[in-house]
Nanobody, 124 residues
């Protein structure tokens, strides 16, 4: 069982940056892939970035590549997502998630545990 809590969202201006954090409560966090997803109103949930557990391999959505960085600190059981050069289309609820059976995956259906989400609103 893994309990995830996101923080760091809010109202931001276009062109700015944000850092989202994800605190994981539970055992074996270091073994699991962690992903950040987002869902904008009226749109499907989409992967933003993901990072594997032990070796830190990463993958990013093409739509955010170059503006986003995902990281994790296994010793502290935390993860983070940094987004720069914010755009209004980055407005969404952002979720962190953990996949216990996959080393690294883009598919939301393969993530077992999800946080409650944090709202990010980017004004133009």
């Amino acid at each position: 069982q893994v309990h995830l809590v996101e923080s760091g969202g809010g109202l931001l201006q276009a062109g700015g940056s944000l850092r989202l954090s994800c605190d994981a409560l539970g055992q074996m966090f270091e073994n699991y892939a962690m992903g950040w997803f987002r869902q904008a109103p009226g749109k499907e949930r989409e992967l933003v970035a993901a990072i594997s557990g032990l070796n830190g391999n990463t993958l990013y959505a093409d739509s955010v590549k170059g503006r986003v960085s995902i990281s994790r600190d296994n010793a502290k059981s935390t993860g983070a997502l940094e987004v720069s050069r914010l755009k209004p289309e980055d407005t969404a609820v952002y979720y962190c998630a953990v996949a216990t059976k996959w080393s690294l995956t883009r598919s939301g259906s393969q993530y077992d545990y999800w946080g409650q989400g944090t709202q990010v609103t980017v004004s133009s």
